[in-house]
């Protein structure tokens, strides 16, 4: 029987995990900004696009050197890209794996399957790089409202040239954006889970670590009260929260993140999140490993 290496192409980074007893337990995180500049030009940028396919290419021959077959999907950046289907073509023929370009709706449920392990939810929020994601049992919705996309919208609305020049307007013009497209039915929240790497690193920081410990950010909840007052702490360190471990990659599109998870919550009249490292790179792993079936 195979065993898989998930490579999850993302807006703001290519994730890599190998299966182990059906699920991921090591995940690696390559910042590449796929999704950089999307919002203002429609493209995926060179850079960035080569910058992914030579991550992919090694990730790729090293799963194969250790015995996995290499899959991958990709998400927000590459469905919606004018030049993302030529980018998963160049992947498939340079890197060596197919990759799957997932609609919307379809990353959202793969991520409530893969979240499902955690048990326990009724609703799960998945905040990426282009998109975010709002599941139930019942439905799922993505909006284009990730962590990179919305840094680009709101320092051009703003005129702002980092996430710290006029925090509060970046702000405004985040939640005015997503004013524009966010539209939900009806529902009862209930439990509420959080998945991606927006919010996994917010609980991080929430727990106050400085080295990612899975085990510990599964058991952190976050509140509209405690999102707040950590918002306000990272606005105040500035440029100093790049010299955080934890925010290397992430120091310029964190807050960015941080608003949306707080918009969504507002909206959702949500008084608290748990977290699930588990996302859907798990759920992707179920699909495959089903033969499409999930």
């Given at each position: 029987m195979n065993k898989y290496a998930v490579i999850d192409i993302g807006s703001n980074s290519v994730r890599y995990g190998e299966e182990a007893s059906g699920r991921i337990p090591v995940k690696e995180v390559y910042t590449t900004r796929l999704g950089g500049g999307l919002a203002k030009t429609g493209l995926l940028p060179?850079?960035?696009m080569e910058k992914s396919l030579e991550v992919m290419k090694e990730l790729s021959r090293r799963a194969k050197e250790n015995g996995f077959v290499p899959v991958g999907y990709a998400t927000s950046a590459v469905r919606?890209?004018?030049?993302g289907r030529e980018f998963a073509e160049r992947v498939e023929s340079e890197c060596g794996f197919p990759v799957e370009i997932l609609p919307g709706e379809f990353e959202a449920r793969l991520a409530f399957l893969g979240a499902s392990g955690s048990g326990g939810f009724d609703t799960m929020i998945d905040i990426g790089g282009a998109s975010m994601q709002v599941v139930t049992r019942d439905f799922g919705a993505s909006f284009r409202a990730g962590c990179v996309r919305c840094s680009d919208i709101a320092r051009e609305k703003s005129g702002a040239s980092s996430?710290?020049?006029?925090?509060?307007?970046?702000?405004q013009a985040v939640n005015e954006y997503i004013d524009g497209i966010f539209s939900l039915p009806e529902f009862a929240v209930g439990r509420l889970v959080g998945v991606g790497g927006t919010i996994t690193t917010l609980a991080a920081?929430?727990?106050?670590l400085?080295?990612?410990d899975a085990r510990t950010v599964e058991n952190t909840v976050l509140t509209p009260d405690s999102l707040e007052k950590l918002i306000a702490r990272l606005i105040e360190e500035g440029g100093a929260r790049r010299e955080h471990p934890l925010l290397r990659e992430r120091h310029d599109v964190i807050l960015y993140g941080a608003y949306i998870l707080a918009y969504a919550l507002k909206k959702l009249n949500a008084y608290e999140l748990s977290v699930s490292?588990?996302?859907?790179?798990e759920g992707y792993l179920m699909k495959v490993k089903n033969h499409g079936n999930i």
């Open positions: 060179d850079e960035a919606d890209a004018v030049n996430p710290d020049e006029d925090p509060l307007a970046q702000r920081l929430e727990a106050g400085r080295d990612f490292c588990a996302d859907g790179m």
